[in-house]
């Protein structure tokens, strides 16, 4: 037996193991750059962009509810199949009124935005205040105050905050989307830039 065969192999790296995914950190880039571009777009068109968010919210419900009574019908000795069904009812109503008037369909879920945000501010001002010889009470108080000031902005000016709030919301998502997106397309970029196949290796 020769002394080559004595050597262990050394196991593939992290870095020849994301090899492949280093070819496409290129895709993965303009991938962010797409969602950056789709964000400053939106927060053009934010009134627009909120009825889509609003429809797509409709559309989603609608799917859920069908899978729900399809379900319930499916299971028949289930003894909850009538609740579960219902339900299913529900979310397909709440999706064919979304789809039937969506201007109104928008106009309650920025109602719902901002009530959450207001609700939201005032339990992180108390679980600030709950914390405080703690080093981070203070920022979970700003970030309390913050919540509790959007939220009030968006219910003062409700219905007419309708108009921007969902939209503006998705678009400045899509922007940290595109963001973190095209950071991490550069971190596996210059961490296994240099990483070679384990099997170009053993070849």
């Keep these: 037996m020769s002394e080559a065969s004595n050597v262990p192999h050394a196991p593939p790296s992290l870095g020849s193991k994301l090899v492949p995914l280093r070819q496409k950190s290129g895709w993965l880039f303009a991938a962010g750059v797409s969602l950056v571009v789709l964000g400053a777009l939106g ?71 901002g009530a959450a945000l207001f609700a939201t501010g005032i339990l992180r001002i108390v679980i600030a205040v709950q914390t405080r010889p703690n080093a981070s009470w203070s920022m979970i108080l700003v970030s309390g105050l913050l919540s509790l000031a959007l939220g009030v902005m968006i219910l003062v000016r409700w219905p007419a905050s309708s108009l921007w709030v969902l939209g503006t919301f998705l678009a400045i998502e899509l922007i940290f989307q595109g963001v973190a997106t095209n950071m991490l397309a550069r971190a596996i970029r210059s961490t296994f830039d240099g990483a070679v196949s384990y099997t170009h290796l053993a070849g």
């Design 43 to 113: 927060l053009l068109m934010s009134g627009a962009l909120s009825i889509a968010s609003a429809i797509w919210f409709g559309a989603m419900v609608l799917v859920a509810g069908i899978v729900l009574v399809a379900d319930a019908v499916r299971h028949g000795g289930w003894r909850s199949r009538i609740l579960h069904g219902l339900i299913g009812l529900l979310y397909i109503a709440v999706g064919i009124i979304t789809f039937s008037n969506p201007l109104a369909a928008t106009a309650s879920l920025t109602l719902f935005v």
